[in-house]
């Protein structure tokens, strides 16, 4: 009976931190939309830091990974196109595989890139900041962390995911016409006429909301995680592995429900 | 915060590059948005082509209408009349609107694979253009409808088939027939084995052959013979020297000898005459009686002599002529 009750009384304070920690991190989302519309954010200290996140998110591994998206890609088209003719469904390629690389696989590939690299590191830094005290600090001399630390973050990520995903999908769009039609601008009228097709207005808005919900969440889950961390150096680690953990779960409920509004 | 200043200067050209991406990406997403537009015709001027369909299965909003192949117009708006038929507009750019006349025809198809399409024909290219907001009826063929007909008589067929395959059909039977008589023409006697049934009519056969192929060889040789026979025969009845011959001799040899007779008659006329003369005067002829007497003995002598000459020339005839009862020559 004891044993039961001690059970349960666990089950429901786990299920409780889980909620609290879910909620604590929605009141954290909201709190840093907030302060994104707030023009009074907007100083040259923030703007220093929204440049630096952007340029250390986007700047930094842009050639690397428009390599890799454009070699990722030109795979994927390549193998629907193949596919395709051989089951003699040509005049459905281009559309599969647009649908397939542009709307769905390099939105995912890009925040997935930008959470391991960026979202970890994020991660990392505010649980360490968090252990240090600095944060504490900061409060303490009148500065809000939220204001000057951590929304120019958001914002900067969401920016650099958007841009990302944006560059990355125009080069699938080029190696796609290519991949169908080859090295000649005939077909560009074909070309418009299937990419009116898949880009609706609810495909296009789909795609611009997910891609800058990604933004958001890899820069937000990661922050969050490492301010819930305990002030001790050893619980750093968890930090990051709970924030990741998280992160990876919250991008894939995002990917799934901007399919379910697509498809269904 | 500290850090932000003292890392600042590391990064060279911070702003420029961020700003470098940063209006990268907007212009590359406006000019993907106004591609997007021009692709969806939104900068085209469009005239409205109205569809009347039974039914609109398959028809979606952003469906092509397509002619030759080419997309020309775009579905961009279904509803349901009072009547309950489905129209469906169509914008149709006013560049390609040319290619619709008064005479287009507009069918829906639905294959196997794929969904449908709408597609104009327009077989009377001089024909006036269609106006803008025209309602056509949509002709709909559907594939999938006839296949269920298909396979009822595809059916059908797979059992008369399958009952002409099986191993007792009439067929089989035919062919095994066939078998066994070309097997027989294989054999001795060929064709013939083939069409009699065995070897063993069919030698008869050639026997029977064999033996009418001989009879007429033996009758060509009595038909010789024949020809032979009638040829003497010939020689001898019409021949010179022949039965004939020799019966015109007699015959003259008859008329002579008639002649003697003739004359031996008259004689005997002369002889009666005198006689008669006599007979008057019996007196005066008593002595003549004996000299009379004598020469009536010898004239009868002579008729006797001439009588028997004429039958026995007559005998002789008779002998010599042996188809004196039948004249004609009666030929086999």
């Known amino acids: 009976m004891h044993t039961a009750l001690r059970f349960l009384t666990r089950i429901g304070g786990g299920a409780l931190g889980w909620l609290q920690a879910w909620g604590r991190l929605l009141t954290f989302g909201a709190r840093a939309l907030v302060e994104t519309f707030t023009p009074a954010v907007y100083n040259s200290a923030t703007r220093s830091v929204v440049l630096k996140q952007i340029y250390f998110t986007a700047w930094q591994i842009l050639p690397g990974f428009l390599l890799f998206a454009a070699l990722l890609s030109y795979v994927i088209i390549q193998i629907v196109v193949t596919t395709a003719r051989d089951f003699g469904l040509s005049e459905f390629a281009l559309e599969v595989s647009v649908r397939v690389v542009v709307l769905e696989t390099l939105p995912l590939l890009t925040v997935l890139f930008v959470a391991l690299r960026s979202g970890a590191a994020i991660n990392t830094e505010v649980a360490l900041m968090n252990i240090n005290n600095e944060i504490r600090a900061l409060e303490d001399v009148g500065v809000d962390p939220m204001r000057f630390e951590f929304t120019p973050r958001v914002i900067g990520g969401a920016i650099s995911v958007y841009a990302l995903t944006l560059l990355s999908c125009i080069l699938a769009l080029i190696l796609a016409y290519i991949a169908v039609y080859g090295f000649q601008p005939w077909s560009l009228s074909d070309f418009s006429r299937v990419i009116a097709k898949i880009f609706t207005p609810t495909a296009f808005l789909t795609l611009t909301v997910k891609s800058l919900l990604f933004g958001l969440a890899v820069t937000l889950i990661p922050i969050r995680a490492g301010l819930e961390a305990p002030r001790m150096l050893f619980f750093a680690p968890i930090a990051v592995l709970r924030g990741m953990v998280r992160l990876f779960f919250v991008i894939m409920f995002i990917e799934v429900a901007s399919l379910a509004l697509v498809y269904m | 915060m500290e850090r932000a200043p003292v890392r600042a200067p590391l990064i060279k050209n911070l702003e420029l590059k961020v700003g470098l991406l940063l209006a990268t990406t907007g212009v590359l997403a406006l000019a993907f948005i106004v591609y997007v537009l021009y692709a969806r015709g939104t900068f085209q001027p469009t005239q409205d082509l109205i569809l009347l369909a039974n039914n609109a299965e398959g028809v ?36 390609d609107a040319r290619w619709l006349r008064t005479s287009s025809q507009f069918t829906l198809e639905k294959g196997l694979v794929g969904g449908a399409r709408i597609r104009a024909f327009s077989a009377v290219l001089s024909d006036p253009p269609l106006p803008d907001g025209a309602e056509r009826e949509l002709i709909t063929g559907d594939a999938t409808e006839d296949i269920p007909v298909i396979m009822a008589r595809v059916k059908a067929i797979l059992s008369n088939v399958e009952a002409m395959t099986a191993a007792d059909s009439s067929i089989n039977r035919a062919l095994a027939h066939v078998d066994t008589v070309t097997g027989r023409m294989t054999g001795d006697y060929g064709v013939l084995e083939g069409v009699l049934g065995g070897p063993d009519k069919a030698r008869k056969v050639v026997e029977a052959l064999d033996r009418a192929n001989t009879l007429l060889t033996s009758l060509n040789g009595i038909s010789l013979r024949v020809d032979q026979t009638l040829a003497k025969a010939d020689q001898r009845v019409f021949g010179s020297g022949g039965v004939m011959d020799q019966t015109d001799r007699s015959l003259a040899q008859v008329n002579a000898i008639l002649t003697e007779v003739r004359e031996s008659l008259k004689r005997a006329d002369a002889i009666l005459l005198a006689a008669q003369g006599a007979a008057d005067n019996v007196n005066a002829i008593t002595a003549d009686v004996k000299g009379a007497t004598t020469d009536l003995t010898i004239l009868r002598v002579e008729v006797d002599d001439s009588i028997r000459k004429v039958n026995h020339l007559i005998n002789e005839i008779n002998r010599k002529w042996p188809f004196r009862r039948d004249v004609e020559l009666k030929l086999p």
């Open chain 2, 60 to 95: 979606t909003i952003g469906m092509p209408l397509t002619f030759s192949g080419f997309p020309i117009g775009q579905v961009k708006r279904l509803d349901l009349t009072e009547d309950g038929r489905v129209r469906i507009h169509i914008a149709v750019p006013e560049k």
